[in-house]
């Protein structure tokens, strides 16, 4: 792929432009507004091609950066990287804004890792959360007229066609029934589903290296496995039988809050439900709340992981900032695409690794370990036991010891992706095909808590669910 002298130069860090320096609303403003217009590709291709333009214009902004550091003071060096870092940031931020999908998804894993990953990088692709760029209303106009039977102005009191938040797969409109409840209405992304399925297939030539290995089968399924969950994630029919199965779960005394799905106006493609007030991590955070509603907001995320897990047999996956709302010590919880759903086995597996974690005991961590990553006997693997062990003992530390755990500490949090990368670079996640989904939720909820700067002693909750449930 070759770019010419133009583009190269455009792909440079500008020290004298005040909007490169910063990602001032009206930038945001103008960039979401070009990508409002632009219908999403779904092509292999066509999204092959985008990936590939932006990494190449990005590899190219840091090379320019390490030549000119050669002739700069160490202060210059710091400012030019950190307009280089913004640059790319906002390269990738239109991008992944333009491509949608699970190309998006991995946008919003990057903005979750504060002060691990660059803060231009975390700051500007933190939109990608609830605030990126909409679809504009004429491209999924007719998307809504097709599922809901009619035009949505005519079959509600009310309806905004301005989106009020947006992410990776659908956007979200504001409306009133007739009857006089406010609702959300969650719109997919026309031709979603076929861009996930583009992006994976994408993905399939970088995996061919693994067919010559032991642990092709094993790779293949773990692929397939994260595949099923993101087409999940698009069955909006799907998710509306998990939001009234986990509203059944909870209390008013509970304080937390899963919206009502109204069916009438909801199909696999759009999801209306009651509207739920409140706001997300970065605004709660934005009013300096104290230590005490911090704990109190994390104590409450945990109570409802815990509770999905051991009575609804659901293991919450996806802890999208976009996916909790905080109000009055009550805590919202608004999308559940994201969910493993466990059967009888994979319910078992959980308990065992519960158990671990309970004794604390690094034979019986030793032993679920085997199980998980299914390791033998054989010599050769022996330090991926080691290490896996390393790793487990690690991310499970809050669940293992008692006692309260400062979920802010930004080393603890560095040393569970070191492991990660550790465990990924030697080769060593090979497991039970739901590996991907849980690891994507340890870090997930590892960053979220360490947003906060949570102070909390897990183990009380998990103790109470477990006797709910039983």
């Given at each position: ?103 998006m998804k991995m946008g919003q ?18 939109k990608l959360h609830f605030e ?8 999924i106009r007719e998307q809504l ?326």
């Amino acid at each position: 792929m070759s770019l010419s002298v133009a583009e190269i130069l455009e792909a440079l860090p500008r020290a004298d432009d005040p909007d490169e320096r910063g990602l001032s609303a009206e930038a945001t403003r103008a960039l979401f507004e070009k990508l409002s217009k632009r219908p999403m590709p779904t092509g292999s291709l066509h999204r092959l091609w985008n990936l590939g333009d932006v990494h190449a214009r990005v590899g190219i902004a840091y090379l320019f950066y390490w030549i000119r550091s050669w002739f700069k003071s160490t202060d210059a060096r710091q400012q030019d990287l950190v307009e280089t870092n913004l640059r790319a940031a906002l390269k990738l931020l239109e991008m992944m804004g333009y491509l949608r999908g699970a190309v998006m998804k991995m946008g919003q894993t990057l903005a979750n890792l504060k002060d691990i990953a660059p803060d231009e990088f975390t700051d500007v692709l933190e939109k990608l959360h609830f605030e990126a760029p909409a679809m504009h209303y004429s491209l999924i106009r007719e998307q809504l007229c097709s599922e809901l039977g009619g035009d949505p102005e005519e079959l509600f009191d009310e309806f905004e066609t301005e989106a009020f938040a947006a992410a990776s797969l659908g956007q979200v409109h504001r409306a009133r029934l007739k009857t006089g409840e406010r609702v959300a209405i969650k719109v997919q992304y026309p031709g979603i589903g076929r861009t996930i399925r583009a992006d994976l297939r994408n993905l399939t030539p970088l995996l061919l290296p693994a067919r010559l290995t032991k642990d092709w089968e094993n790779v293949k399924a773990q692929v397939d496995e994260v595949r099923r969950s993101l087409e999940r994630e698009t069955d909006y029919e799907d998710e509306a039988r998990l939001l009234e199965k986990a509203r059944d779960l909870f209390t008013e005394d509970d304080n937390i809050l899963v919206p009502r799905v109204y069916r009438e106006f909801s199909t696999a493609r759009v999801l209306t439900m009651q509207f739920v007030g409140g706001v997300h991590i970065h605004d709660f955070l934005s009013l300096n709340p104290s230590q005490e509603a911090r704990n109190q907001a994390a104590e409450l995320m945990m109570r409802a992981w815990y509770r999905l897990l051991y009575k609804g047999r659901m293991e919450y996956i996806d802890w999208h900032p976009g996916n909790f709302l905080f109000q009055d010590g009550k805590l919202g919880l608004i999308d559940m695409g994201g969910v493993w759903c466990l059967n009888d086995a994979a319910f078992d597996t959980m308990l065992r690794a519960d158990h671990a974690m309970q004794t604390g005991d690094r034979n019986d961590i030793s032993d679920f370990v085997r199980h998980w990553c299914e390791i033998g006997d054989d010599p050769s693997d022996q330090e991926r036991l080691l290490k896996s062990v390393e790793y487990c003992e690690h991310v499970w530390k809050a669940r293992i010891q008692p006692g309260v755990m400062d979920f802010g500490d930004a080393e603890d949090l560095r040393k569970t992706i070191d492991l990660l990368a550790e465990l990924t670079k030697k080769r060593y996640t090979r497991g039970r095909s739901a590996s991907p989904l849980v690891t994507r939720w340890e870090l997930a909820y590892r960053t979220m808590l360490y947003r906060l700067g949570a102070k909390i002693d897990v183990h009380p909750i998990r103790d109470e669910e477990v006797k709910v449930t039983c």
